[in-house]
């Protein structure tokens, strides 16, 4: 059986990745996400994919948590919003980073769970994912696991293994988008 490499953003998103695509692959996961802020949220996320690894069988591996170079890679975008410029420079890093891993570990493709969430866009993803593969010389698998009712499913997955569903993507400036769109909905409705 080929191998796979996948990009793991966090465990609500990989239930559905793991539930996809394992069937046809030999696949392992990648946690490699130092745009996630706080630390305390990082490492509350990081239990939950340690968790859900448990609960599945699934292999994976974290890579380093270097929040200061994340910061600086999308310095001057802190006002783009979620689906942004921003999110594509960090989308890229982390498809590049499981790109080059892939094919130092002689894997066959790397793919990405990104895909499942509504807030992010599959035809920019699977964009960079091709373009990293191309840049590494490995097969990138393109994904739109929203489909088919994917999200639906997550949220299902993630009830049945108990694990922690984050509210707001990652980083600090989606943490505030967010927090700004909870309090507009509650003054919407008073």
Same mark, same amino acid.
């Given at each position: 059986?080929?191998?796979?490499?996948?990009?793991?953003?966090?465990?609500?998103?990989?239930?559905i990745g793991?539930? =996809?695509?394992? &069937? #046809?692959?030999? *696949?392992?996961?990648?946690?490699? #996400?130092? #745009?996630?802020h706080p630390?305390?949220?990082?490492?509350? =996320?990081?239990? *939950?994919?340690?968790?859900? *690894?448990?609960?599945?069988?699934?292999t994976f591996?974290?890579?380093?948590?270097?929040?200061?170079?994340?910061?600086?890679?999308?310095?001057?975008?802190?006002?783009?919003?979620? @689906? !942004?410029?921003?999110?594509?420079?960090?989308?890229?890093?982390?498809?590049?980073?499981?790109?080059?891993?892939? =094919?130092?570990? !002689?894997?066959?493709?790397?793919?990405?769970?990104?895909?499942?969430?509504?807030?992010?866009?599959?035809?920019?993803?699977?964009?960079?994912?091709?373009?990293?593969?191309?840049?590494?010389?490995?097969?990138?698998?393109?994904?739109?696991?929203? @489909?088919?009712?994917?999200? @639906?499913? &997550?949220?299902?997955?993630?009830?049945?293994?108990?694990?922690?569903?984050?509210?707001?993507?990652?980083?600090?400036?989606?943490?505030?988008?967010?927090?700004? =769109?909870?309090?507009? #909905?509650?003054?919407?409705?008073?």
């Amino acid at each position: 059986m080929k191998r796979l490499l996948i990009h793991i953003c966090c465990a609500p998103d990989a239930t559905i990745g793991i539930e =996809r695509l394992c &069937s #046809n692959w030999d *696949a392992e996961g990648l946690f490699s #996400n130092s #745009n996630i802020h706080p630390r305390e949220e990082y490492e509350k =996320r990081l239990l *939950a994919m340690e968790t859900l *690894a448990l609960e599945t069988g699934f292999t994976f591996t974290a890579d380093s948590y270097k929040p200061e170079a994340w910061f600086e890679s999308v310095q001057g975008l802190e006002g783009e919003p979620e @689906k !942004g410029l921003r999110c594509e420079v960090c989308i890229r890093e982390r498809l590049w980073t499981t790109a080059r891993l892939a =094919r130092d570990k !002689g894997f066959d493709a790397f793919a990405a769970v990104l895909t499942v969430s509504p807030h992010k866009d599959a035809t920019m993803i699977n964009r960079l994912g091709t373009e990293a593969g191309e840049e590494f010389g490995i097969e990138y698998l393109p994904t739109d696991l929203k @489909k088919q009712d994917g999200f @639906k499913r &997550s949220v299902e997955l993630t009830k049945q293994y108990g694990i922690y569903r984050q509210d707001y993507c990652g980083c600090e400036y989606s943490k505030r988008q967010n927090a700004g =769109r909870r309090t507009q #909905n509650t003054e919407d409705k008073t």
